[in-house]
């Protein structure tokens, strides 16, 4: 009988340890719920404190790149005035002087102005592409 009596105490103490155990695990399950929970908050405060700050930098990003836009903008409007000006300049300058060129080479002999005439075509070309 003491056998008997030997390992029912032993099943007795084997249960005893398994029930502290899954005591102790609650517990300890516990504290680490405690303490993500604290975590948590935490990094959730972080995260809402980077995403406004996100915020504020993308907001200034975008009225730093509306204001290179407005900027650039205006610059190539001046440019395209500016060469528009100059493109009438350069046709009321030069006409003239064609048209000197073409009498001149009218009174040439043939060869002179057949030699010339493919030049007068490319600059009358390239001031009607430029107008």
Known sequence: MDIRKSLTDAGYIAVGLGVMGVQQAQVRRR??????????????????????????????????????????????????????????????????????????????PERVAQAIEPVTARVRERLTRAA
């Not at 604290?38 to 405060?45: H, K, P």
């Not at 046709?91 to 040439?108: F, G, K, M, N, W």
């Open 31 to 108: 504290q680490v719920q405690a303490r993500l929970g604290e975590t948590g908050s935490c990094v959730a405060g972080r995260a809402r404190d980077l995403q406004g700050r996100v915020q504020a930098h993308g907001q200034t990003l975008d009225a730093k790149a509306r204001e290179a836009r407005d900027r650039a903008e205006g610059t190539v409007n001046q440019t395209v005035t500016r060469v528009q000006e100059l493109a009438g300049e350069v046709t009321t300058r030069v006409e003239p002087v064609i048209v000197q060129v073409q009498a001149t080479a009218a009174e040439l």
